[in-house]
């Protein structure tokens, strides 16, 4: 095959992670749930929570592409796709501050002491999760940011929702990984400062995608 599709294929799946990492990291009712069983449960009981959810997010991401395809002539005239990719970033780098300002550590509840199985603890991470149909606003501001809707190509679509699928099992991983190596030193206000650098990280990534967007824009026509 020629090389350049490998080259999209792989942009696509980068693309299809860090979407999956976006939408994972904030630390949400869900992220709350899975420190605390990390640290009371196990490690794998943490993560299993995270598998849960990210099932639930590439429903809603798969909702989102579908919902988007339908209006593909809209989204792919020049014009309008500089203006979704501006709203993306700015929704983006909006949800990076309410991160930064937002206090989950206020939200916190008493777990169950019971561990369950592991299979109860991915369903009720997965139904928490997919109790919140706000996530559809993230997906779609990050899938107009990274333009990663390709009309008629099912096949790389399927291979970009299986990036935000790795993203988000990625993110899980690692976020229990950490908590348990260091459960013996964590504190409840970690989670508000761990949510503070997501949001950080989300602002100035939106801010070099922003810029990067107007200043091609900028190219373009001078």
């Not at 592991?118 to 107009?144: E, V």
């Not at 949510?195 to 989300?202: E, L, R, T």
């Amino acid at each position: 095959m020629p090389l350049p599709i490998k080259i999209d294929l792989l942009e696509l799946i980068l693309k299809g992670i860090i979407i999956g990492i976006i939408a994972s990291a904030p630390m949400g009712p869900v992220g709350i749930l899975c420190i605390q069983r990390t640290l009371k449960k196990g490690r794998w009981y943490g993560f299993v929570t995270g598998i849960g959810a990210a099932l639930s997010d590439i429903i809603y991401a798969l909702i989102t592409g579908l919902g988007m395809s339908f209006i593909m002539d809209l989204i792919t005239n020049p014009t309008n796709k500089f203006w979704l990719q501006i709203s993306g970033s700015v929704v983006l780098m909006l949800f990076g501050i309410y991160c930064w300002k937002s206090n989950p550590a206020s939200r916190i509840h008493q777990s169950s002491q019971n561990k369950g199985s592991y299979s109860h603890n991915g369903f009720t991470a997965f139904l928490l999760t997919f109790s919140n149909p706000l996530i559809l606003l993230l997906f779609m501001a990050s899938f107009a940011q990274f333009n990663f809707v390709i009309p008629n190509h099912p096949l790389e679509m399927s291979i970009g929702y299986i990036g935000i699928f790795s993203g988000a099992l990625m993110w899980w991983f690692g976020l229990t990984w950490l908590v348990d190596k260091i459960r013996a030193k964590f504190e409840i206000n970690g989670i508000s400062i761990l949510n503070k650098i997501i949001g950080a990280i989300v602002v100035i990534f939106s801010l070099i995608i922003l810029v990067g967007t107007v200043f091609n824009l900028y190219s373009i026509h001078y």
